[in-house]
């Protein structure tokens, strides 16, 4: 896994300051129809750059993009790559840090390799399956919390603040950051203690913050506390908790009435 990582990283950087020189240049900037989610040139670009790098060298895996149609033959083939070539295309757009490019090798449903990097923080998280996670080549490892009370909380205030949650929530620090990869990797590195997002996440989303968080050493799983499958028929989790091992029963105990896992 190491040669992926080497060739994931690289892709990545690139991607990433193609991206930067882009915008830049002037964006152009459409909609999704299946969402209203904006899409740039930027993300096209980057999306074609890793998939003309990515596929060229590992021919025999499989290509899962958010910015690609998603071709089933992937289902076939044991190892895949996870790609969101801009993951927080709105804070990209405004011309805020918090965007990332997140890739990662997926082998028999998981992720054994993982890249998320953030251009303008200048921050570049990976991890390889077993060995650990780093921030641009150092160790890291999530807080020591163990109560929400107070918590550093990374996730949109509104969620936590809407009255049908059956118990409120404590006080905690709640900051936004737009790229879910990001949030999950800001948890690993102990900038924040918790990411909850009680609604569906493709896999691109969160399937290289997933490795790279699980290495550092956190929860990572749904609201039902099962951890993550990847390459399936429908390329989405049903929800996200990522947090300190210690926090993770409170934030499921809050979060298990929102239903059975599909």
Same mark, same amino acid.
């Not at 163990?146 to 404590?170: K, Q, Y």
């Not at 709640?174 to 203690?193: H, I, K, P, W």
């Not at 490795?211 to 951890?227: M, P, Q, S, Y």
């Given at each position: 896994?190491?040669?992926?990582?080497?060739?994931?990283?690289?892709?990545?950087?690139?991607? &990433?300051?193609?991206?930067?020189?882009?915008?830049?240049?002037?964006? +152009?900037?459409? #909609?999704?129809?299946?969402?209203?989610? /904006?899409?740039?040139?930027?993300?096209? +670009?980057?999306?074609?750059?890793?998939?003309?790098?990515?596929?060229? %060298?590992?021919?025999?895996?499989?290509?899962?993009?958010?910015?690609?149609?998603?071709?089933?033959?992937?289902? *076939?083939?044991?190892?895949?790559?996870?790609?969101?070539?801009?993951? &927080?295309?709105?804070?990209?757009?405004?011309?805020? /840090?918090?965007?990332?490019?997140?890739?990662?090798?997926?082998?028999?449903?998981?992720?054994?390799?993982?890249?998320?990097?953030?251009?303008?923080?200048?921050?570049?998280?990976?991890?390889?399956?077993?060995?650990?996670?780093? @921030?641009? &080549?150092?160790?890291?490892?999530?807080?020591?919390?163990?109560?929400?009370?107070?918590?550093?909380?990374?996730?949109?205030?509104?969620?936590?603040?809407?009255?049908?949650?059956?118990?409120?929530? /404590?006080?905690?620090?709640?900051? =936004?950051? *737009?790229?879910?990869?990001?949030?999950?990797?800001?948890?690993?590195? $102990?900038?924040?203690?918790?990411?909850?997002?009680?609604?569906?996440? %493709?896999?691109?989303?969160?399937? %290289? $913050?997933?490795?790279?968080?699980?290495?550092?050493?956190?929860?990572? &799983?749904?609201?039902?506390?099962?951890?993550?499958? #990847?390459?399936?028929?429908?390329?989405?989790?049903?929800? @996200?908790?990522?947090?300190? =091992?210690?926090?993770? /029963? @409170?934030?499921?105990?809050?979060?298990?009435?929102?239903?059975?896992? *599909?």
């Amino acid at each position: 896994m190491t040669d992926d990582l080497s060739l994931i990283l690289d892709a990545a950087r690139e991607a &990433g300051d193609l991206a930067r020189t882009l915008r830049r240049q002037g964006l +152009a900037i459409e #909609y999704k129809e299946d969402d209203g989610t /904006p899409v740039t040139n930027a993300d096209l +670009a980057a999306d074609r750059l890793l998939t003309t790098r990515l596929r060229a %060298a590992r021919p025999d895996y499989g290509w899962l993009s958010e910015e690609t149609a998603d071709d089933r033959e992937r289902l *076939n083939r044991r190892r895949i790559f996870v790609v969101d070539p801009i993951d &927080g295309t709105r804070a990209f757009l405004k011309d805020r /840090p918090w965007w990332s490019v997140a890739i990662a090798v997926v082998e028999d449903g998981l992720p054994v390799a993982g890249v998320v990097y953030a251009p303008e923080m200048d921050e570049t998280y990976a991890a390889i399956a077993g060995t650990g996670a780093t @921030l641009n &080549g150092a160790p890291i490892r999530p807080s020591a919390a163990a109560a929400l009370e107070d918590c550093g909380m990374v996730g949109d205030p509104v969620v936590f603040a809407h009255w049908s949650w059956p118990t409120a929530w /404590p006080s905690m620090r709640v900051e =936004q950051r *737009n790229s879910t990869a990001y949030r999950m990797c800001l948890v690993a590195a $102990g900038e924040f203690d918790a990411a909850v997002a009680p609604v569906r996440k %493709a896999d691109w989303d969160v399937a %290289a $913050g997933d490795l790279i968080a699980r290495e550092a050493g956190c929860f990572v &799983g749904d609201h039902t506390g099962e951890g993550f499958r #990847y390459n399936r028929a429908r390329p989405s989790q049903a929800s @996200l908790i990522c947090c300190t =091992q210690a926090l993770a /029963p @409170l934030i499921l105990e809050r979060v298990g009435h929102i239903g059975a896992r *599909n």
